[in-house]
């Protein structure tokens, strides 16, 4: 890239998981003088590294990787909290003239960190009425209810996933509106470059499958069992994560081994297909090929579109 021309203020990499956003990421902060900034929810987490492919020191080519290892598996994720410490962040980066490279398939932590996205207040007695609820009722009975006063919310949130039922009740009891009306348009707090990376579905469903196979091997039981000892079948978020949930199925003998890991296969090819229509729906994303007979030329095409965007 030329000397002369500026950087973006920020570039955001984003699209499904087992895309190949990390190394190019890491690409990308080398040649610009950057340091990525982490949007994976749950790579926040402390010891959560085989399962997450969580890039190792060595792979992280000497760029500095920020809000990684920082939360503990018992606690909860708060969108809200990451967006601040994602903000100190990238405007300590911009600072020192550094270009902060955002890496992640996180929709809403991204969107919290560079788009205007306030995050509506809690009511304690509203929440543990409907925790209440949920454990009495359980999540399909709250979904039901989540469906018929804001269907696009609904569609956007698992009928398992309980504890973001129980959010977006709360959102639409406190404010009185549906909770997507509370999601930001697409405006920007920071003159930001989002660079998808595009691999088809056939191509990438290998990719997951093979993905599962290497954290396997690499000992993800072994990394789910020193988990739970720290607390992650507590932990109310961290125990849901990709792979995570399916392992501590099994540790408990709900199911075997070996279909923990091909529900693991299942569960990640379904999240592929939610974040591919999650950051299809917004239109400054850039979609680059990252197909493996063109995964060589990926990061020049990249860094092209960079400068591209430099000088429009």
Known sequence: MSSAAP???????????????????VFLAQQLGGEVV???SM????????????LTPEERGGVPHHLLDIWEVTEAASVAEYQRLARAHIDDLLARGRTPVLVGGSGLYIRGAVDHLEFPGTDPAVRARLEEELTAD?????????????????????????????RALEVIEITGKPFTANLPGHDS???????????????????????????????????VRALEERGLREGRTASRALGYQQVLAALAG????????????RA?????????????????????SGAQEEREELPGRALTLVERAVTA
């Open 7 to 25: 950087a973006p203020r920020v570039i955001a990499v984003v699209g499904p998981t087992a895309a190949g956003k990390s190394d190019l990421g």
């Open 38 to 40: 982490n949007t994976d």
């Open 43 to 54: 790579q926040l987490y402390r010891g959560m590294d085989i399962g997450t492919a969580k």
């Open 138 to 166: 359980g999540p399909g009975a709250l979904h039901a209810r989540l469906a018929a006063a804001d269907p696009a919310a609904a569609r956007a949130i698992l009928p398992s996933n309980g504890r973001r039922i129980v």
């Open 189 to 223: 707090v920071y003159d930001t470059v989002q660079i998808g990376v595009d691999v088809a579905r056939p191509e990438l469903d290998e990719r997951i499958a093979a993905r599962v196979d290497r954290m396997w091997e690499a000992g993800l039981v072994d990394e």
């Open 254 to 265: 709900e199911c075997s081994e070996g279909d923990a890991r091909a529900e693991t296969v």
């Open 268 to 288: 990640t090819k379904r999240f592929a297909r939610r974040q591919d229509s999650w950051f299809r729906r917004d239109p400054r994303v850039h979609w680059l």
